[in-house]
């Protein structure tokens, strides 16, 4: 007989989890969905948005909560200096981007997530860095919860909230959209592509990096250069799941994401948890023909 | 039907490398030791991925599983079986053949991103579930003992799958079915609507790099005598193999082979150098994103437009 509460509490943390998953996904979204352009050094970013988190931990004692809004900053700088030195060459004059094209953006942000990870690995060193911060745990009946968890999972959805309504209320949201379905018809009503695309980077990439921060929440061991060899993956799958592009599609896919790893994990072990977490990927990009001929 | 070789200064040079190679096999490994079969190993690597990624522009990060399975294949035929290596090479290239085709397949039919996702995502569930597979040394690996330890006989081996891939990569590309390749990669709507069948292009040629890729991996586990998961399932072999190919030439006859030689003394020439230890992956990453953007032909593209004289022979 399987125990109502433990299923409970474990969808609970499930959700907890797949708020944190949403949000570091929902980033390398939105730059997929506006520019096509998939960053493969998505993780790494992603880990120092968390090494920005553990040093400002460490000098001012700040809360991740606290410090997400400054790594957000931050990231909004890396984003254009990303799309400067990367994305420009690729996507400047041309109105859709053609394979050719998509490999060069693959392989130039592969060797950049290379650089970058080894280089943490000399700067940071290798060993795992806990972020202290623990505002404890509520209890509802029959479960507790980790309060930590709780407000890093309240304020990911904000932030999808917030980017949601930013993309369909304002002008340049409105821009960004226009943009990321028809180049040459948002320039017709213009909108200056470079500009719309160079902002779009930017946003996600402080989206990321503020996820980097959140997510030290979820790795109490500590964080390490390793980190986005284990998330940029799980936010490849995120995304495709939720479908590039679609906002709310990060939280759908964070949150399926998050369940299936906690629940497979409580039924055997973690290495099945991220086996099955991953595997998914296939199945799903069959269902739906995604990116296929 | 005849089948022609496609004689040209471009195979002389190939022919001319390897020939070399073999003839100085046992003064290179008299001076410079194992060494030189390793770096015949991330050739043969580099070779395999080139067939896949450098052919079709289909960039897959995948690759090490091919290799881990072809070691794996060794190492339980070495160590449970008390098979010749020779044989654990066979079934490590047929393995990896096997598996290529399967996940081929399915993962063939995605296009640009998707494919590169799809094939790095599958490494790491890959990853996981060996960690799940008690019989697999969860992570503890397995230790091989062949006897005596044989140089000639990893240089001869190794050579041989180098050599056959070179050749086999310069062919390919001469032949009918380089034509289609070649459509495929500039745009593969416009190849398919002209005729070419390009999901079966695309298999040949993913399992092809599936079999040598397999082959490879035995080669190493025989020289290294060691399976560890992490090490031979690590994504780092994956993003090796592709730096070089990079570096060397996407699609070339030589660029794996130049490639290889640069990452591979690299990487050695910063892990015996006390003061630039660990300085290796982030000069190679460097190196692989200023080539892709800058130099996206690699260093044999590079030469060839510099240099017009040279076009015939490096191809």
């Given at each position: 007989m399987v125990d109502a509460a433990l299923v409970v509490s474990n969808l609970a943390y499930g959700v907890l989890l797949g708020c944190v998953f949403a949000v570091i996904a929902h980033g390398l979204n939105l730059i997929w969905g506006v520019t096509k352009v998939v960053n493969v050094a998505h993780g790494e970013f992603i880990m120092l948005g968390a090494y920005g988190a553990y040093f400002f931990n460490v000098w001012f004692g700040a809360s991740p909560l606290v410090i997400a809004p400054v790594d957000a900053a931050i990231g909004?700088?890396?984003?254009?200096?990303?799309?400067?030195?990367?994305?420009?060459?690729?996507?400047?004059?041309k109105e859709t981007i053609g394979l050719q094209s998509e490999m060069v953006t693959l392989v130039a942000t592969f060797g950049l997530g290379l650089a970058i990870s080894n280089a943490a690995v000399r700067v940071f060193k290798g060993d795992p860095r806990a972020v202290r911060w623990d505002p404890g745990a509520i209890d509802i009946g029959f479960m507790t919860l980790p309060l930590g968890g709780l407000y890093v999972a309240i304020l990911s959805i904000l932030i999808i909230a917030a980017s949601h309504v930013f993309l369909t209320r304002t002008y340049?949201?409105?821009?960004?959209?226009?943009?990321?379905?028809?180049?040459?018809?948002?320039?017709?009503?213009?909108?200056?592509?470079?500009?719309?695309?160079?902002?779009?980077?930017?946003?996600?990439?402080?989206?990321?990096?503020?996820?980097?921060?959140?997510?030290?929440?979820?790795?109490?061991?500590?964080?390490?250069?390793?980190?986005?060899h284990l998330y940029a993956p799980i936010s490849f799958v995120i995304v495709v799941l939720g479908g590039p592009g679609r906002m709310w599609g990060s939280l759908v896919g964070g949150l399926t994401m998050g369940i299936v790893i906690d629940v497979v994990q409580a039924v055997s072990s973690v290495s099945v948890a991220y086996a099955t977490a991953f595997f998914l990927l296939i199945p799903v990009l069959l269902i739906k023909r995604e990116g296929m001929q | 039907m005849k089948v022609s070789l496609y004689p040209g200064p471009a195979l002389y040079l190939v022919v001319g490398i390897f020939g070399g190679l073999a003839a100085v096999g046992p003064l290179l490994l008299l001076g410079f030791g194992s060494v030189v079969t390793t770096l015949l190993i991330y050739m043969a690597l580099a070779y395999s991925l080139n067939l896949i990624t450098g052919l079709t522009g289909y960039v897959h990060f995948g690759h090490v599983i091919f290799m881990g399975i072809g070691a794996y294949a060794l190492g339980v035929t070495a160590s449970a079986f008390r098979l010749d290596p020779l044989p654990g090479v066979l079934l490590g290239a047929s393995l990896g053949f096997a598996f290529a085709v399967g996940i081929g397949l399915v993962t063939l039919r995605f296009r640009g991103a998707y494919f590169a996702i799809a094939s790095l995502v599958l490494v790491l569930g890959t990853q996981n579930a060996i960690l799940a597979i008690p019989q697999l040394g969860e992570g503890r690996g397995i230790f091989l003992n062949f006897g005596s330890f044989q140089p000639l006989s990893h240089y001869y081996t190794i050579w041989a799958i180098v050599f056959i891939e070179a050749f086999l990569t310069y062919w390919i590309k001469r032949g009918r079915i380089g034509y289609g390749i070649r459509a495929l990669k500039g745009d593969e709507d416009a190849a398919r609507a002209l005729g070419v069948d390009a999901a079966r292009l695309k298999l040949v040629l993913f399992s092809l790099s599936g079999l040598f890729a397999g082959a490879a991996g035995a080669v190493y586990a025989w020289t290294t005598s060691n399976l560890v998961p992490p090490v031979n399932f690590a994504i780092r072999f994956s993003l090796l193999m592709l730096a070089m190919i990079i570096i060397?030439?996407?699609?070339?006859?030589?660029?794996?082979?130049?490639?290889?030689?640069?990452?591979?003394?690299?990487?050695?020439?910063?892990?015996?150098?006390?003061?630039?230890?660990?300085?290796?992956?982030?000069?190679?990453?460097?190196?692989?994103?200023?080539?892709?953007?800058?130099?996206?032909?690699?260093?044999?593209?590079?030469?060839r437009e510099r240099v017009p004289s040279l076009r015939k022979v490096l191809e």
């Open positions: 909004l700088a890396v984003g254009f200096a990303f799309y400067f030195g990367f994305l420009h060459r690729e996507l400047k004059g340049l949201g409105n821009a960004i959209r226009a943009y990321s379905q028809d180049i040459s018809a948002a320039q017709l009503i213009g909108v200056n592509p470079t500009y719309v695309a160079a902002i779009a980077t930017a946003i996600g990439f402080s989206i990321t990096m503020a996820g980097g921060a959140l997510l030290t929440v979820w790795v109490p061991t500590g964080i390490d250069p390793y980190l986005g | 060397g030439g996407l699609g070339t006859d030589l660029g794996p082979l130049i490639g290889a030689a640069i990452v591979y003394l690299l990487s050695y020439v910063f892990a015996t150098t006390p003061l630039l230890i660990g300085f290796d992956l982030i000069v190679i990453g460097v190196l692989v994103t200023v080539m892709a953007l800058f130099l996206p032909q690699g260093i044999v593209g590079m030469v």
